[in-house]
């Protein structure tokens, strides 16, 4: 069974740009998160997808962070303008149908604004 | 609100046994993960608990205390490749199934 992807893997960019990430979960995993983790810290929930509906975005800011799951499968995150502190590994993953369901993680994107 | 609190750094030695202690504070609590991080990679699923108890799973076990808010993971026969930050997660059944992680505790394996 392949794993969560996501790319790219590294990106740098200068203030004030703009940044996408992608994501594509497990084969038949509805479910769907994009976390950001800071150097030092434990990952921070930025949106949660089940199949292509938002469940919880409250931790995402919406002046400058939108996401996107259109057919239910892939998504996006979109970083526009990106500021110093977005610095992080932006991480994406998937569990399938449950209550409890592990979350399946994958290598995450190493984001680098200067 | 959401508090999640955990030892920032420990040491231990190779073929030793080590136990991570990890409280929390969530609403609509629904069980705790725990999750292993080696540098540079993405987290990796190790247990789950939601009733009281011990889970054992070969050299790893994890514990829980509903009434408490406590928990800790315990590693057995240690090995330098359990070196990793190991997270810990409360489940929060308020709007979906929501992760809110610790921010890690970072376990050094020395010889």
Redesign the interface.
Same mark, same amino acid.
């Given at each position: 069974e392949a794993g969560v992807a996501q790319s790219p893997r590294y990106k740098i960019i200068e203030k004030r740009q703009s940044v996408a990430f992608w994501c594509n979960p497990i084969s038949g995993h509805a479910?769907l998160?994009w976390y950001q983790q800071i150097l030092? %810290?434990?990952?921070?929930?930025l949106i %949660?997808f %089940?199949n292509n509906g938002v469940?919880?975005d /409250?931790q995402l800011p919406k002046d400058r962070f939108s996401a996107e799951r259109l057919k239910g499968v892939d998504s996006t995150l979109k970083i526009q303008p990106a500021k110093l502190e977005d610095s992080a590994v932006y991480?994406c993953a998937s /569990?399938s149908p449950g209550?409890?369901?592990? %979350?399946?993680?994958?290598?995450?994107t190493r984001l680098t604004v200067l | 609100g959401q508090n999640?609190d955990q030892p920032t750094e420990m040491t231990a030695t190779e073929g030793a046994i080590v136990q991570i202690n990890c409280t929390y504070q969530t609403s609509g609590f629904?069980?705790l993960?725990w999750y292993q991080q080696h540098a540079g990679?993405?987290?990796?699923?190790l247990s789950?608990n +939601?009733l009281d108890g011990l889970e054992e799973k070969g050299r790893f076990s994890s514990f829980l205390s509903r009434s408490k808010g406590y928990s800790y993971l315990l590693l057995k026969e240690l090995q330098m490749k359990d070196s990793a930050s190991y997270?810990c997660?409360a489940?929060e059944?308020e709007?979906?199934?929501?992760? +809110?992680?610790?921010?890690?505790t970072i376990l050094r394996v020395k010889s």
């Amino acid at each position: 069974e392949a794993g969560v992807a996501q790319s790219p893997r590294y990106k740098i960019i200068e203030k004030r740009q703009s940044v996408a990430f992608w994501c594509n979960p497990i084969s038949g995993h509805a479910t769907l998160y994009w976390y950001q983790q800071i150097l030092g %810290q434990g990952p921070k929930l930025l949106i %949660q997808f %089940q199949n292509n509906g938002v469940v919880d975005d /409250s931790q995402l800011p919406k002046d400058r962070f939108s996401a996107e799951r259109l057919k239910g499968v892939d998504s996006t995150l979109k970083i526009q303008p990106a500021k110093l502190e977005d610095s992080a590994v932006y991480l994406c993953a998937s /569990s399938s149908p449950g209550t409890a369901s592990e %979350q399946f993680f994958g290598p995450g994107t190493r984001l680098t604004v200067l | 609100g959401q508090n999640i609190d955990q030892p920032t750094e420990m040491t231990a030695t190779e073929g030793a046994i080590v136990q991570i202690n990890c409280t929390y504070q969530t609403s609509g609590f629904n069980g705790l993960f725990w999750y292993q991080q080696h540098a540079g990679e993405a987290p990796t699923f190790l247990s789950y608990n +939601v009733l009281d108890g011990l889970e054992e799973k070969g050299r790893f076990s994890s514990f829980l205390s509903r009434s408490k808010g406590y928990s800790y993971l315990l590693l057995k026969e240690l090995q330098m490749k359990d070196s990793a930050s190991y997270l810990c997660a409360a489940l929060e059944m308020e709007y979906g199934n929501k992760l +809110v992680f610790g921010a890690g505790t970072i376990l050094r394996v020395k010889s």
